[in-house]
């Protein structure tokens, strides 16, 4: 589902606020802990990694959201291609899942 720029505007300010986790470990450490507030999940991330965050994310009841390809969530915090996020602050989480 295609997002607005300033949905990606507000991805790359929690980026540069130091509000996300990315990569698999990082992203699925900070779903176990429950530092995780938010999982954002690539639109174009394949069908069995699109279902191990949808799970992890029902079983520590995380909410998350199916968004941009991964080009576009990479553009948007300055990196290369990434699948799968972690927001880990409260206030971005709501934020970006409201939009």
């Given at each position: 589902m295609m997002k607005s720029k300033k949905w990606y505007n507000n991805?790359?300010?929690?980026?540069?606020?130091?509000k996300l986790t990315a990569g698999d470990s990082n992203?699925?450490?900070?779903?176990?802990t429950g530092e995780?507030?938010?999982?954002?999940?690539?639109?174009?991330?394949s069908d069995n990694a699109q279902k191990k965050y949808t799970d992890?994310?029902?079983?520590?009841?995380?909410p998350f959201l199916i968004?941009?390809?991964?080009?576009e969530i990479g553009a948007a915090i300055g990196k290369e291609e990434r699948v799968v996020l972690a927001v880990?602050?409260?206030?971005?989480?709501?934020?970006?899942?409201?939009e």
């Open positions: 991805l790359g300010l929690a980026m540069r606020a130091g992203v699925l450490d900070a779903i176990r995780a507030k938010l999982i954002l999940i690539a639109s174009d991330a992890k994310c029902s079983y520590y009841q995380i968004c941009g390809t991964r080009e880990t602050d409260a206030g971005f989480a709501g934020l970006l899942s409201k």
